[in-house]
């Protein structure tokens, strides 16, 4: 039972110091590149790859069906294309699978969101870097005390801990307190 008790005790220390103005403010982000027909991007290696897909579905069915398509999420999850993820691994680099991507498929103005518990994933800091020169706006959702990630993105949401498990819950609260915002509103 004290285990329960610690691990639950220590996850709401995280949450209590989220910072709350950056979730708005990358709230507020996601909300413009919908409302300017722009594409959001999302990466993560392991869990973070998890809740980019989820927070990908919840955007792009949960947040958009039923909407007329000026009010729909265009939502990309560049964990989600396994078989171009696995050539870029094999013939370029495991730390090119995200960016090669986005060299395709990004567009000035888009949004990415980058996701990494450690903050220090190399193939998600050289999506970052790519998106940086291609003028799309990036926010970063880390840990650890934000590692490389969150000195590089233009919003870092950094989680207070240094524990995996917690930092991954709370970044599936970060997502769930993003998609709900939209999926609640009024149509």
Sequence with gaps: MEHLTNYLSELKKALDTLDLKAVQQAREWVGQTQREGRQLFLCGN?????????????????????????????VTALTDNV??????????????IFAEQLRNLGQEGDLLIAISGSGNSPNVLNDVQVARDQG?????WCGFGGGKLAGLVDLPVVVASHHMGRVEDVHAILMHLVCYYFMEREP
């Design 46 to 74: 392991g869990g973070s790859a998890a809740t980019a897909s989820h927070l990908a579905n919840d955007l792009g069915k949960g947040a958009s069906y039923g909407r007329p398509r000026a009010e729909r999420f265009r």
């Design 83 to 96: 078989p171009w993820m696995t050539a870029l691994a094999n013939d370029v680099g495991y730390e090119a």
């Design 136 to 140: 799309i706006r990036t926010i970063g």
